[in-house]
């Protein structure tokens, strides 16, 4: 009785640890996804916003990287 518990423990651990990995891979890709399209803004910032001005579209570029920044830091625990 006591092998059994032990062994339904177990694999209860192990499904979780593998549902966790496949979260954070998740998270992980998402978060170079966002930093692949602030990489696409940074090299054609007329196109932002359907093509504003250079000055909108670095004050829209200046609030993606703070987003950037903030996602980054919640991904790493830190508390902002």
């Known amino acids: 009785m ?3 518990t032990i062994l339904i ?3 209860a651990m192990i499904g979780l ?3 966790a990995a ?3 891979k ?5 978060l170079a996804l966002k930093s692949r399209e602030l990489e696409l803004a940074r090299r ?10 250079e000055g909108a579209a670095r ?3 200046a609030d993606l990287k703070e987003r950037i920044r903030k996602l980054e ?3 790493s625990g830190v508390d902002l």
Not at 26 to 30: E, K, S, Y
Not at 44 to 53: L, S, V, Y
């Open 44 to 53: 054609h910032p007329a196109e932002i916003e359907g093509g504003a001005r």
């Open 59 to 61: 004050i829209e570029l």
């Open 73 to 75: 830091a919640i991904a």
């Open 17 to 19: 640890l593998v549902v």
């Open 9 to 11: 423990a177990a694999c």
């Open 2 to 4: 006591m092998s059994e």
């Open 22 to 24: 496949a979260a954070l």
């Open 26 to 30: 998740g998270w992980q890709d998402w």
